[in-house]
């Protein structure tokens, strides 16, 4: 008996040497992906479809602060491969840019699938920050149009929502700044058809009601006084998303004393321009320096 007790503390310390060696270890930045895009990094396996992402890479240094983009397209349609550009603007100001796809709404999915995604793709991020060099706690969102509708939740609600699901929940999906264009917070409020019927498709059910669903979808709903800052813009000529709609979150968002600028764009339509193609007011180079600038206000 007493040889047997001599032997137990080995065979435990052996075994813990054995568990330790074996099990996995955490991955670190590959300095070869410096200055490159690596498409198509699952982020998130969401009803055993992976959702994936684009990572666009600075030039040097890190840990970096990062931008999150959320395509547009109705929540039925778009791709990641929007991103591309914003990655292009923001690598040169040393953000590190992850542009996501997520499910997109058809007969089968609906809302809340999308928002689910993006959440999961920030919980992603946090749990491999090391891997991709960024720092976790500056992690900002930009969405245009649809996209602006998810990531104006992605900076209001919380895990009260139900919307954290999938894998990484021990890790949080707050953003800690987000850039809003063309993008709707009010279901309840008067829908155009055109975009009525994409939100009917996507979510099952039509806004410009003052229901508990619609309630339920919309940004305004969520808002707090410790919602990140918040940048918004909107064409005054959009006639896909009425500009009462950036009106309506800005309003919301002062109330409670949240940080919220708008720009409202002069003479633009849904995608910020002039219907004919040209540059409204405040142009393109210009909101892109606005939002630089937000972004470095925000988060460094």
Same mark, same amino acid.
């Given at each position: 008996?007493?040889?047997?007790?001599?032997?137990?503390?080995?065979?435990?310390?052996?075994?813990?040497?054995?568990? &330790?060696?074996?099990? =996995?270890?955490?991955?670190?930045?590959?300095?070869?992906?410096?200055?490159?895009?690596?498409?198509?990094? &699952?982020?998130?396996?969401?009803?055993?479809?992976?959702?994936?992402?684009?990572?666009?890479? #600075?030039?040097?240094?890190?840990?970096?602060?990062?931008?999150?983009?959320?395509?547009?397209?109705?929540?039925?349609?778009?791709?990641?491969?929007?991103?591309?550009?914003?990655?292009?603007?923001?690598?040169?100001? $040393?953000?590190?840019?992850?542009?996501?796809?997520?499910?997109?709404?058809?007969?089968? &999915?609906?809302?809340? +699938?999308?928002?689910?995604?993006?959440?999961?793709?920030?919980?992603?991020?946090?749990? !491999?920050? %090391?891997?991709?060099?960024?720092? =976790?706690?500056?992690?900002?969102?930009?969405? @245009?149009?649809?996209?602006? !509708?998810?990531?104006?939740?992605?900076? &209001?609600?919380?895990?009260?929502?139900?919307?954290?699901?999938?894998?990484?929940?021990?890790? /949080?999906?707050?953003?800690?700044?987000?850039?809003?264009?063309?993008?709707? %917070?009010?279901?309840?409020?008067?829908?155009? /058809?055109?975009?009525?019927?994409?939100?009917?498709?996507?979510?099952?059910?039509?806004?410009?009601?003052?229901? #508990?669903?619609?309630? +339920?979808?919309?940004?305004?709903?969520?808002?707090? =006084?410790?919602?990140?800052?918040?940048?918004?813009? !909107?064409?005054?000529?959009?006639?896909?998303? #009425?500009?009462?709609? +950036?009106?309506?979150?800005?309003?919301?968002?002062?109330?409670?004393?949240?940080?919220?600028?708008?720009? @409202?764009?002069?003479?633009?339509? !849904?995608?910020?321009?002039? #219907?004919?193609?040209?540059?409204?007011? =405040?142009? $393109?180079?210009?909101?892109?320096?606005?939002?630089?600038?937000?972004?470095?206000?925000?988060?460094?």
């Amino acid at each position: 008996m007493n040889h047997m007790k001599t032997q137990l503390p080995v065979l435990l310390t052996i075994c813990i040497l054995l568990l &330790t060696a074996c099990a =996995p270890q955490g991955l670190t930045f590959d300095p070869a992906k410096y200055e490159i895009t690596e498409r198509d990094v &699952t982020y998130c396996t969401m009803n055993e479809l992976p959702q994936k992402m684009d990572i666009y890479y #600075p030039s040097s240094g890190g840990p970096w602060p990062v931008l999150v983009y959320v395509h547009g397209g109705g929540w039925i349609e778009g791709d990641k491969a929007e991103g591309e550009g914003w990655g292009k603007v923001l690598n040169e100001s $040393g953000f590190l840019v992850v542009s996501v796809n997520y499910r997109l709404g058809d007969y089968q &999915t609906k809302f809340p +699938a999308m928002i689910e995604d993006v959440k999961c793709a920030v919980r992603h991020l946090r749990a !491999h920050s %090391a891997e991709y060099n960024i720092d =976790p706690d500056k992690i900002s969102a930009l969405g @245009i149009s649809a996209g602006g !509708h998810l990531v104006a939740l992605l900076g &209001t609600a919380d895990e009260s929502a139900g919307w954290e699901t999938g894998e990484y929940l021990d890790q /949080s999906s707050e953003v800690q700044a987000v850039i809003v264009m063309s993008g709707i %917070a009010d279901f309840t409020s008067n829908i155009p /058809s055109g975009l009525n019927g994409a939100i009917y498709y996507a979510f099952g059910k039509l806004g410009g009601k003052d229901t #508990p669903e619609n309630i +339920a979808v919309s940004p305004i709903s969520y808002v707090t =006084p410790d919602d990140p800052s918040f940048l918004i813009f !909107h064409g005054d000529r959009d006639g896909v998303v #009425p500009v009462e709609q +950036a009106n309506i979150l800005h309003a919301k968002l002062t109330e409670v004393g949240v940080s919220s600028t708008l720009v @409202i764009v002069e003479g633009g339509d !849904h995608r910020l321009r002039k #219907p004919t193609g040209e540059d409204a007011t =405040p142009t $393109g180079a210009e909101i892109n320096q606005m939002m630089v600038e937000f972004l470095e206000e925000n988060l460094k």
